[in-house]
């Protein structure tokens, strides 16, 4: 069968996992409630009801038959999870996932009286590939034959077909609606988003092992202000304002010092934004 597959992986949760065991498992309780069919407020905040459901550890798979309600699902899954760990994290915890369609296969697990099935075939393969090998931080990357299916959607605003920062994947600009008509609507829970990751960047930020990672968020940050400026004027100036972002300007400057080659597409862009 042909489906679409969502893969998704908690970035630096073997770490997390060996230093503070009750985060971690805080972590993937959080995600857990987010994913709940018992969960009312979580049932509320799922786009769409994926047809089967995998999990291994701190790595996600869900499948569902189109392409559209799957990468909306995926997008608002991506925000509300990392929303809810900039809120009630000590240390804020990063997502990153890829999109594919292709064939997948159902088969029974290798010890069924725990995990009755698994999932194996190109598709499921090409995602994991995909989110391996992307770049750094939170990053929803695609297939291109899902880029192709979402160019002629409505979700074609939200698609970055030239991504930043290293790779070579079309990316889902995840921070903003799926629905352009919601921004005006969302805009406070956006505005609160934004400001939370330009303070985890200044923060968490320092720690060399996780900077690659919160990079990669300011970067999927600033290119969704860039989006938002250029479609919504009027919206996307307040909240270029709002999110605070000129902060990361200095720590980008002594970093590019320290280290030429890093991110000063990021600061060009960023400078765009000011």
């Known amino acids: 069968?042909?489906?679409?597959?969502?893969?998704?992986?908690?970035?630096?949760?073997?770490?997390?996992?060996?230093?503070?065991?009750n985060l971690a498992g805080d972590t993937l309780g959080s995600i857990a409630t987010l994913l709940s069919h018992e969960d009312e407020i979580a049932r509320h905040l799922q786009a769409a009801s994926w047809e089967q459901r995998y999990a291994l550890s701190d790595s996600?798979?869900?499948?569902n038959r189109e392409v559209t309600p799957a990468v909306t699902a995926a997008a608002e899954f991506f925000f509300n999870a990392h929303s809810y760990n900039f809120r009630h994290s000590e240390v804020p915890v990063l997502l990153r996932g890829a999109i594919t369609h292709g064939i997948v296969k159902r088969v029974p697990g290798v010890f069924p009286e725990s995990v009755p099935w698994n999932l194996i075939g190109p598709g499921v393969v090409e995602a994991v590939i995909m989110e391996k090998t992307g770049g750094k931080g939170p990053r929803l990357f695609v297939?291109?034959?899902?880029?192709?299916?979402?160019?002629?959607?409505?979700?074609?605003?939200?698609?970055?077909?030239?991504?930043?920062?290293n790779s070579k994947y079309p990316e889902i600009l995840w921070p903003l609606p799926p629905?352009?008509?919601?921004?005006?609507?969302?805009?406070?829970?956006?505005r609160d988003f934004m400001r939370s990751a330009v303070r985890a960047f200044l923060t968490v930020g320092h720690n060399e092992e996780a900077l690659p990672h919160y990079l990669g968020l300011l970067h999927v940050v600033t290119r969704s202000l860039l989006r938002l400026r250029d479609?919504?004027?009027?919206i996307g100036e307040k909240l270029c304002l709002q999110?605070?972002?000129?902060?990361?300007?200095?720590?980008?400057?002594?970093?590019?010092?320290q280290t030429p080659s890093i991110e000063l597409q990021l600061l060009t862009c960023i400078e765009k934004l000011l």
């Open 1 to 21: 069968m042909k489906r679409v597959v969502f893969f998704a992986d908690i970035l630096g949760f073997s770490y997390l996992a060996t230093a503070n065991t």
């Open 179 to 190: 629905d352009p008509s919601a921004t005006s609507t969302l805009a406070p829970l956006i």
């Open 231 to 234: 479609l919504q004027p009027e």
């Open 243 to 257: 999110s605070g972002i000129g902060k990361a300007v200095p720590r980008l400057q002594d970093l590019i010092l």
């Open 143 to 165: 297939s291109p034959n899902v880029s192709n299916v979402i160019k002629k959607s409505a979700l074609a605003w939200i698609l970055d077909a030239i991504p930043g920062s």
């Open 60 to 63: 996600i798979i869900l499948i």
